[in-house]
T-cell receptor
Framework: GENVEQHPSTLSVQEGDSAVIKCTYSDSASNYFPWYKQELGKGPQLIIDIRSNVGEKKDQRIAVTLNKTAKHFSLHITETQPEDSAVYFCAASREYKLSFGAGTTVTVRA | NAGVTQTPKFQVLKTGQSMTLQCAQDMNHNSMYWYRQDPGMGLRLIYYSASEGTTDKGEVPNGYNVSRLNKREFSLRLESAAPSQTSVYFC??????????FGPGTRLTVL
C-alpha cells in the first residue's frame, strides 16, 4: 500500500517567518495530495490540495508544490501568524482512499 | 448545513464491551469513511463506503464492522472492545471528486 512520510514532526517558527513541511510518497499511481490542518480537539480541515497534473498551487499565504518524478510534495506557509499553530497532515490519494503522513506540530512564537 | 456529525464525542468502555459509533452527513455525499488516529501515526483508514449499500475494508479493519444504513449514515461497530482500540475515530464524507470532509471525532478509551 501507499506509504507517506512527513518531516519534520515538530516545527517552531517566529511570527512572520515562513514554515515548510515536506512529504514523500511511495505509490506512483497516487494522483491527489491534500493538506489538512487539525486544531486541538477538532477534526482535520482541508487547507489546500493539488492534483498530479499540477506542479504548484497557491492560496493567499499557503502554497503547495508537487514533484511527481521525485514523489515529493511540500507545504509552504508565509508570514506565519499565531492562528497558524496547529498540527498539519499531508496525504496521498489513490482511488479516493487517503494515506496520511504522521503529522507536523507547528508552533508560531509571538 | 451541519456537515459531518459524530456521536458520541467521548466514550469509555471496558474490555469486551461492544458499542457503535454513529456518523451522519447532510451534504448528499455518496462516499463515507472511518479513520482512526493514534499518536505519531496520522490517520489510518478502517473501512469505507463508496456508495449506499457497499462497504470495503481499509488499512486496519480487524476488530471492526460497519453499516451504511442509508446515504446519510455510516456506523462503526466494535463487537468486543480491546485496549488496542483506544483511539480517536473520525468519520469523513466525499463529494464527487477527491475532497474529504471530516467530522469532529469520537475519543474512545478501552480499559
Amino acid at each position: 500500500g501507499e506509504n507517506v512520510e512527513q518531516h519534520p514532526s515538530t516545527l517552531s517558527v517566529q511570527e512572520g517567518d515562513s514554515a515548510v513541511i515536506k512529504c514523500t510518497y511511495s505509490d506512483s499511481a497516487s494522483n491527489y495530495f491534500p493538506w489538512y490542518k487539525q486544531e486541538l480537539g477538532k477534526g482535520p480541515q482541508l487547507i489546500i490540495d493539488i492534483r498530479s497534473n499540477v506542479g504548484e498551487k497557491k492560496d493567499q499565504r499557503i502554497a503547495v508544490t508537487l514533484n511527481k518524478t521525485a514523489k515529493h510534495f511540500s507545504l509552504h506557509i508565509t508570514e506565519t501568524q499565531p492562528e497558524d499553530s496547529a498540527v498539519y497532515f499531508c496525504a496521498a490519494s489513490r482511488e479516493y482512499k487517503l494515506s496520511f503522513g504522521a503529522g507536523t506540530t507547528v508552533t508560531v512564537r509571538a | 448545513n451541519a456537515g459531518v456529525t459524530q456521536t458520541p464525542k467521548f466514550q469509555v468502555l471496558k474490555t469486551g464491551q461492544s458499542m457503535t459509533l454513529q456518523c451522519a452527513q447532510d451534504m448528499n455525499h455518496n462516499s463515507m469513511y472511518w479513520y482512526r488516529q493514534d499518536p505519531g501515526m496520522g490517520l489510518r483508514l478502517i473501512y469505507y463506503s463508496a456508495s449506499e449499500g457497499t462497504t470495503d475494508k481499509g488499512e486496519v479493519p480487524n476488530g471492526y464492522n460497519v453499516s451504511r444504513l442509508n446515504k446519510r449514515e455510516f456506523s462503526l461497530r466494535l463487537e468486543s472492545a480491546a485496549p488496542s482500540q483506544t483511539s480517536v475515530y473520525f468519520c469523513a464524507s466525499r463529494r464527487e471528486g477527491d475532497t474529504q470532509y471530516f467530522g469532529p471525532g469520537t475519543r474512545l478509551t478501552v480499559l
